[in-house]
């Protein structure tokens, strides 16, 4: 650990030195997923909607300022939060929101796991396809889960805030690059800033405002925050700092696949396939247009973005886990998240790498598809509104309870988010 992960204080005039969790967060948060979901809305109505994903990344900075001033002021874990809201059974081990926890972080993580996987997997074997290092898909979706699960077994958190902070470099160059390189329409940048919904665009609008960024590592931003070694409300200034910037490069990575998929997409008229192979159809059309040098930088971006989603939740999940199995065993949290080489932190990053690998070789079972779809769809309103909650009441000291401005976004998520789940569950019950 470095000497400024010692101090309990932040030393003078460091504050953009000691930058890094934020990061970590943006790069954890905006996966493949996300930059289709940005492109297809993009290409679909232009700059119109450039308003909604500026207004998502100040909810998601709300959202994760929430979270960590939760840890800063109360000292205390997000699941020792949850833990307090409601009656407990079992001796206090278990309540309603640890019972969904453990619901949610067990199934998410085995459908998401093979999900990350084969994201990640996509663009490398589109860089290596037709050469003697040609991959199956299969293949190297296991091979590049073994690689984070080694990345992260033997976690030191400042090597891996490196790493991650070399992805987010990465996803810079090359997706601000593209949104360079197509030559985007500045007075039409302006008028998108300007609220309005084309017909047919609730959806993507929802989903700009809601889902680009959003999701279980916005809680997981506590616990990276305790591994940096940021303890108590004397690092609250520096924790806002970073959490801006985290999300203010999430914001620009959003805004400037909105600028590609306006420019290159929407203009030509041309549609992409669904999910993350969408992002395969724009490597053809870049190369098309720009030849196979912009392909092939459009692809390393692709990889950065989809594997540090992989690496960020192996290791920020994984701690949550090892936080709750730890309350379920009655020891106490631990706010410093110092469990990262423990048996449960390890025991889930298996749990992340090798089942999920039974469905790359299987058709997903509609089954496990619902469960997965209905508990990660009530995730993010269950964190807006539990927070809301907790930083409302006496488990937070006075001085750092929410005031109006937090309080407004903290509830205005709570409200998107479960109209966003409400359309997800009619999608899977419907």
């Known amino acids: 650990m470095s000497e400024e992960q010692h101090d309990t204080t932040p030393p003078p005039g460091a504050r953009w030195r000691l930058i890094g969790p934020g990061l970590v967060a943006a790069a954890t948060g ?10 297809v809305a993009g290409s679909k109505f232009g700059y119109a909607l450039l308003w909604a994903a500026v207004l998502g990344t100040l909810l998601k900075i709300s959202l994760a300022e ?37 619901l949610y972080v067990v199934v998410w993580g085995f459908v998401y796991g093979a999900t990350a996987m084969t994201a990640s997997a996509l663009p490398v074997a589109a860089l290596l396809d037709g050469t003697p290092l040609a991959l199956d898909l299969k293949a190297g979706a296991m091979i590049l889960g073994v690689i984070g699960l080694v990345l992260v077994w033997f976690n030191r958190y400042p090597l891996f805030e490196k790493i991650m902070t070399g992805l987010v470099g ?42 680009v960024g959003g999701t279980i590592t916005l809680a997981a931003y506590g616990y990276w925050i305790g591994q940096k070694g940021w303890r108590g409300p004397a690092w609250m200034r520096v924790m806002r700092l970073d959490n801006r ?9 959003v805004v400037a ?58 290791q920020g999940v994984s701690l949550m886990f090892a936080d709750f199995w730890a309350h379920l065993s009655g020891r106490p949290a631990d706010p410093t998240a110092a469990r990262e080489t423990g048996r449960p932190y390890r025991a889930y990053l298996l749990w992340l790498t090798f089942p999920p690998m039974v469905l790359l070789f299987m058709d997903r079972p509609f089954g496990l598809i619902v469960a997965y779809g209905a508990l990660g769809a009530l995730f993010m309103p269950f964190l807006a509104l539990t927070l809301l909650w907790l930083l409302n009441s006496k488990r937070t000291p006075a001085e750092w309870r929410s005031r109006w401005l937090s309080n407004g976004m903290l509830a205005a998520g709570g409200v998107l988010f479960c109209v966003l789940a409400g359309r997800e569950l009619v999608g899977l019950f419907g």
Not at 71 to 77: E, F, H, Y
Not at 291 to 304: H, K, P, Q, R, Y
């Open 257 to 314: 696949m909105l600028i590609v998929g306006a420019e290159l997409l929407h203009a030509s008229n041309i549609a992409l396939a669904g999910g993350d192979r969408g992002l395969l159809d724009l490597d053809r059309v870049l190369r098309q247009r720009f030849g196979d040098v912009v392909g092939v930088m459009f692809l390393v971006g692709f990889f950065a973005a989809s594997f540090s989603s992989l690496i960020g939740v192996w």
């Open 170 to 211: 990465v996803m810079f160059v090359t997706v601000v690059g593209l949104a360079v390189i197509v030559a985007p329409d500045p007075p039409a940048l302006v008028r998108g800033l300007a609220p309005s919904l084309p017909a047919g665009s609730a959806f993507y609008t929802l989903g700009l405002v809601g889902g």
């Open 66 to 102: 929430a979270v960590g001033r939760w840890s800063l002021a109360s000292g205390r874990t997000i699941f020792e939060g949850w833990s307090s809201l409601g009656p407990g059974w079992f001796g206090g081990r278990l309540n309603w929101a640890s019972v969904y926890f453990g």
């Open 30 to 39: 905006v996966g493949a997923g996300d930059l289709v979901a940005t492109l």
């Open 245 to 253: 910037v985290g999300y203010a490069v999430t914001g620009l990575f």
